[in-house]
């Protein structure tokens, strides 16, 4: 273990993060030790540098216009749908399950969250755990259990093609289905078709997952730089991401993961 | 606002040039960081250290940025010359910040947040796991898959 206190300690230490006694520890030890004294000493100049090149003023003028920037892109939000609720049995597992559908009056508008034609269905169903298989609501997170793992279904509908991406909340995009290439032709039949295998989706916090139908075939490649976009957009909010700019009609789900 | 400045301004501003290497894109970046921290007041004032919070705020947000730039790592490699270290710790610390800034581009978004903590924040596996929402033993698996590129300098302890 080393002798020197760690350069994140002594930020904290300088930020006045730390429980007294701790602080008082550790200055008594940055006042005799040279490394972390330098260490301590050069944290301060980052402050005093930022004073003398940004002041106040100008800091809290670039905050609020940088404000102004993301509410302008909050109101470019496509505001949140309501859903009818349709249940269904599922003759494989008895289990109910809860297909969404967006309300006719979005449907013209070709492209938005959870976008999806009058007939077409996406489904991200939730099982694995300790507690009963469910459906994921679309209008808000949902919370994941540990173990858990999600699946992905459509019922396409006329589309063609289908793709899902993920984003967790440090911004990695995973391509769930394809992994590469194209997007994949949807099964034939008007059923609910399931995308092969299951995802647990490892980590916490937050992760959004997408699922994209569209008449022509989509590089992943294109869908995986979109997501990129729409997350740093969101100022790395997955919760606060918008529709990703690709053409089709995408569902999106927000999990929070334990 | 004017706390905020003072706490953590100079960390957030020295974490935007270390990975923009631009000053004006650093502040604009700042700037776009300490917005976030006032729309997400509940959150941000619910955190047991806001220093974190705004460091990983900004660490996400500058490799996003990097990332969604066209050509962006070719381009982060051409303003080096002109970049500031941001080391403390004498020559031997500056080197491994630049050569873990060198070799950022050859790995996922995840294991580049995770190996900017470790290695430039100088926090402990623990705590980058806790950060990133990870388990110890996937960071460190991150972190000695970063090592190989890089050699002992990266070695993680």
Redesign the interface.
């Known amino acids: 273990m080393s002798a020197h206190e760690s350069e994140w300690t002594l930020r904290r230490l300088s930020a006045g993060e730390l429980a007294a006694a701790e602080a008082a520890r550790i200055r008594a030890h940055a006042a005799g030790c040279a490394a972390c004294g330098a260490t301590l000493r050069g944290i301060e100049k980052d402050q005093t540098a930022l004073e003398a090149q940004v002041p106040f003023e100008r800091f809290e003028a670039g905050v609020e216009r940088a404000l102004q920037r993301q509410k302008r892109n909050e109101t470019l939000r496509v505001p949140p749908r309501r859903w009818v609720a349709t249940t269904v049995a599922m003759a494989a597992s008895v289990l109910l399950v809860l297909l969404a559908r967006p309300l006719l009056s979005h449907q013209d508008e070709g492209r938005g969250l959870n976008g999806i034609k009058g007939g077409a269905v996406a489904e991200l169903r939730i099982g694995g755990g300790a507690g009963p298989q469910r459906e994921a609501r679309k209008d808000a997170p949902e919370p994941l259990a540990p173990g858990e793992r999600v699946r992905l279904g459509y019922q396409a509908d006329g589309h063609r093609y289908v793709a899902a991406v993920s984003v967790d909340a440090s911004g990695e995009v995973t391509p769930l289905h394809p992994e590469s290439g194209e997007s994949a032709p949807v099964e034939p039949g008007a059923d609910m078709h399931w995308l092969p295998g299951s995802w647990e989706l490892t980590g916490s916090g937050g992760e959004r997952v997408v699922l994209v139908l569209s008449d022509a075939p989509l590089a992943v490649e294109s869908l995986v730089d979109a997501a990129r976009r729409a997350f740093q957009a969101a100022s790395g909010d997955v919760e606060r991401m918008a529709p990703l700019d690709v053409p089709g009609e995408q569902t999106h789900w927000v999990l929070r993961k334990p | 606002?004017?706390e905020l400045?003072?706490?953590?301004?100079?960390?957030v501003?020295?974490r935007c040039r270390y990975l923009l290497k631009d000053?004006t894109r650093a502040?604009?970046a700042?700037?776009?960081v300490?917005?976030?921290a006032?729309?997400?007041g509940e959150d941000f004032r619910a955190e047991a250290?806001?220093?974190t919070w705004l460091m990983k705020?900004a660490t996400?947000?500058c490799?996003?940025?990097l990332?969604?730039e066209r050509a962006g790592w070719r381009q982060w490699f051409q303003r080096d010359a002109e970049a500031r270290s941001?080391?403390?710790?004498?020559q031997g610390e500056m080197e491994t910040r630049d050569l873990v800034r060198r070799l950022l581009s050859r790995v996922?978004?995840?294991t580049q947040?995770a190996v900017i903590h470790y290695h430039v924040?100088?926090?402990?596996l623990e705590?980058v796991a806790a950060v990133?929402?990870?388990s110890v033993p996937?960071i460190r698996k991150r972190l000695e898959r970063f090592a190989e590129l890089g050699g002992e300098e990266l070695r993680v302890r």
């Open positions: 606002m004017r400045y003072a706490k953590y301004g100079g960390s501003l020295g000053a502040e604009d700042m700037h776009d300490f917005a976030r006032l729309t997400h250290s806001p220093l705020i996400n947000h490799l996003n940025q990332r969604s941001e080391g403390h710790g004498g996922d978004l995840e947040a924040d100088g926090m402990t705590e990133l929402g990870r996937t």
